[in-house]
């Protein structure tokens, strides 16, 4: 009978271990997911930044271009592209909504 207790104890206090260490897991899991939706955020933010720069420094280079008095139809057939991908950009958004 004693045998039988004490490995009936052992096996509960095995039982009591691996529960604590699910938990633990688990929580450790869940700070990993946060953190990874932080990361994916923080990765979108800096993607739209970027974007937002580059197009940004388009439009710096083409004053800079307009600045320097160059080839005046050539700057207009820029601008002219540029106002053709914008206007493309908001009729597949609008075809999207």
Same mark, same amino acid.
């Given at each position: 009978?004693?045998?039988?207790?004490?490995?009936?104890?052992?096996?509960?206090?095995?039982?009591?271990?691996?529960? %604590?260490?699910?938990? &633990?897991?688990?929580?450790?899991?869940?700070?990993?997911? %946060?953190?990874? &939706?932080?990361?994916?955020?923080?990765?979108? #933010?800096?993607?739209?930044?970027? #974007?937002?720069?580059?197009?940004?420094?388009?439009?710096?280079?083409?004053?800079? &271009?307009?600045?320097?008095? #160059?080839?005046?139809?050539?700057?207009?057939?820029?601008?002219?592209?540029?106002? &053709?991908?914008?206007?493309?950009?908001?009729?597949?958004?609008?075809?999207?909504?």
């Amino acid at each position: 009978m004693f045998d039988f207790e004490t490995s009936v104890t052992g096996i509960e206090f095995k039982v009591r271990q691996l529960a %604590d260490e699910v938990t &633990r897991l688990r929580s450790l899991v869940s700070q990993q997911e %946060d953190e990874c &939706r932080e990361l994916k955020e923080a990765l979108k #933010n800096k993607d739209i930044l970027i #974007n937002s720069l580059n197009e940004e420094n388009k439009i710096i280079k083409l004053g800079n &271009r307009l600045s320097e008095k #160059n080839d005046s139809a050539e700057i207009k057939l820029k601008i002219n592209q540029m106002i &053709r991908a914008i206007d493309r950009s908001l009729e597949t958004l609008k075809t999207n909504s």
